[in-house]
């Protein structure tokens, strides 16, 4: 079983800047696809991030250039690095894992993030 914690969320001034984790209670996490996605009030979740297991990022065009995702193995944790935040970027934030070479996925419990004055 793997599980997932997310942390790091909260209120934001716009413009302003928040960095996400979510670690891992996998045995080897090296060899785990991870992203993180959103999901706003009445909205569907969408990917904002994704990093493969070797590296590799992905982002949407509404935020590249905002956010970065990045991994630490010897940690077990993935970050989103968020910055120039906007109002349209509150949403409750969620990672999730996928072994290389298996379809599941599994799934924070996410973290809040609002931007707001």
């Known amino acids: 079983q793997v599980r997932l914690v997310e942390s790091g969320g909260g209120l934001v001034q716009p413009g302003g800047s928040l960095r996400l984790s979510c670690a891992a209670s996998?045995?080897?996490?090296?060899?785990?696809?991870l992203g993180w996605y959103r999901q706003a009030p009445g909205k569907q979740r969408e990917l904002v991030a994704a990093?493969?297991?070797?590296?590799?990022?992905n982002y949407p065009d509404f935020v590249k250039g905002r956010f970065t995702i990045s991994r630490d193995n010897a940690k077990n944790t993935v970050y989103l690095q968020m910055n120039s935040l906007e109002p349209e970027d509150t949403a409750v934030y969620y990672c999730?894992?996928?072994?290389?070479?298996?379809?599941?996925?599994?799934w924070g419990q996410g973290t809040q993030v609002t931007v707001s004055s």
């Open positions: 990093i493969t297991s070797g590296g590799s990022t």
């Open positions: 999730n894992a996928r072994r290389d070479g298996e379809t599941y996925f599994y």
């Open positions: 996998v045995r080897i996490f090296s060899i785990y696809g």
